[in-house]
């Protein structure tokens, strides 16, 4: 997050100007170190889950490889479903996590290097080939993995309730009219996202 991004959102928009302002300094500190295949295995087994029941069953995945920080794609395509569903994933997250190993090795999930060099929209397109994974996968890895500055997920549940109790909805926002009001902060949708989520922080 940079002074001109919080510079443009104020003027471009008063309400987010005002929670920007009863917010303060929201950073963004973006896991660069994070393998693309590390962030999207990270990312499935998180899914549906609140934080707590994720990070334990991602800590036992971890533990089923011992001496390791991360398993390697090889690791886990060679390691028995029965083994991982042992650890907590079910039958579609196990056989979403083997997929984006296979689609690693086989150069179709990008590697660090590669994937920083690409558009965002061809790294949409690319991911979205993989099982299990969706565009709010893929957009929270350009957020927080690849720390890029003009990503909107319309779609997450945090942002379009933090967009409603900012602008004092009654209802939620629909994908759409998010997405067509988040043009104007264009180029900065992260930052703008970043603290819709505080916004339900404060409401708490």
Not at 28 to 53: C, D, I, M, Y
Request: charged share 25%; net charge positive; proline share 7%.
């Amino acid at each position: 997050m940079t002074p001109e991004a919080l510079a443009h959102l104020s003027r471009a928009d008063k309400k987010l100007a005002h929670l920007i302002k009863t917010v303060g300094p929201c950073r963004l500190e973006p896991q660069t170190r994070r393998a693309p295949f590390q962030a999207l295995v990270r990312s499935v087994t998180f899914q549906q889950l609140n934080g707590t029941a994720a990070e334990t069953i991602f800590g036992r995945v971890l533990a089923l490889f011992p001496g390791k920080k991360f398993p390697s794609p090889e690791d886990l395509l060679i390691t028995p479903d029965e083994k991982l569903r042992a650890a907590g994933l079910s039958r579609n997250k196990t056989a979403a996590i083997k997929d984006i190993a296979a689609k690693t090795l086989a150069g179709i999930v990008p590697d660090s290097r590669t994937i920083r060099k690409m558009a965002n929209e061809e790294i949409l397109e690319r991911l979205l080939t993989v099982r299990g994974v969706g565009p709010w996968t893929v957009e929270m890895l350009l957020m927080f993995t690849l720390g890029r500055e003009d990503v909107l997920p319309v779609t997450d549940f945090g942002v379009r309730k933090g967009f409603a109790v900012t602008y004092g909805l009654k209802d939620l926002p629909t994908p759409k009219e998010l997405l067509a009001h988040g043009e104007r902060w264009r180029p900065h949708r992260t930052t703008a996202s970043l603290y819709l989520w505080r916004a339900l922080d404060l409401k708490k």
